[in-house]
């Protein structure tokens, strides 16, 4: 069967690229800055196959969604989220599990997205963020995970986010995991990452 204008052409069937997903996801959590490769599932435009492929894994619906202004203007984003996963889509980003950015130059202030408690930090949300490729200025991380030290480039990303992110991990166990999605390759930087002076 030939597939439908919405699948992207390395999408594998749902149940197998969810679960992929996952294990690559928590690769790459524990493997901060470093790469997976991810076939996703079809979704509709702007969200990308292994975006797609994430959603599926993660959310469910006792996990609230926050969309960024592009893929909240995309109502067939919204309907594709609730049929599949059941999850609430939220207005607050601070009432958000995951945060799903199509436009990562716009990325919003991580203080804007629910930062959990010293107590319960994993009730902090998780923002995935869509890039357009793995090249840039490169950041070097260090941080469990890490051996000794890791570079780590994406773009397009807000002029300040090597601040941010040293402005994440001081809040530590406090504070926001952050997914990189590119085409099929997704890289991650929980809130343990440091980054280095170069």
Not at 32 to 53: C, F, N, S
Not at 135 to 149: H, M, R, V
Request: with cysteine; net charge negative; aromatic share 8%.
């Amino acid at each position: 069967m030939s597939p439908t204008p919405q699948m992207n052409e390395r999408s594998v069937e749902p149940a197998f690229a969810s679960q992929a997903a996952f294990r690559a996801l928590m690769e790459c959590l524990s493997r901060p800055g470093e790469r997976r490769t991810l076939d996703g599932i079809g979704a509709p435009a702007p969200m990308q196959a292994a975006t797609a492929a994430l959603v599926r894994s993660l959310a469910d619906y006792e996990s609230p969604i926050w969309l960024d202004p592009v893929f909240a203007a995309a109502p067939a984003i919204t309907d594709w989220i609730r049929f599949h996963t059941g999850a609430p889509i939220v207005a607050a980003p601070s009432k958000a599990a995951f945060a799903l950015v199509a436009d990562a130059s716009a990325l919003p202030d991580f203080m804007q997205f629910a930062q959990g408690s010293e107590e319960y930090p994993d009730r902090s949300t998780t923002v995935i963020v869509q890039v357009e490729r793995f090249t840039g200025t490169k950041l070097t991380l260090q941080g469990p995970g890490i051996e000794t030290t890791r570079d780590f480039a994406a773009e397009p990303l807000p002029a300040d986010f090597a601040q941010r992110l040293r402005d994440n991990r001081e809040m530590y166990p406090r504070g926001i995991d952050l997914v990189f999605v590119a085409g099929h390759e997704i890289a991650a930087l929980p809130r343990s990452v440091r980054v280095v002076e170069n």
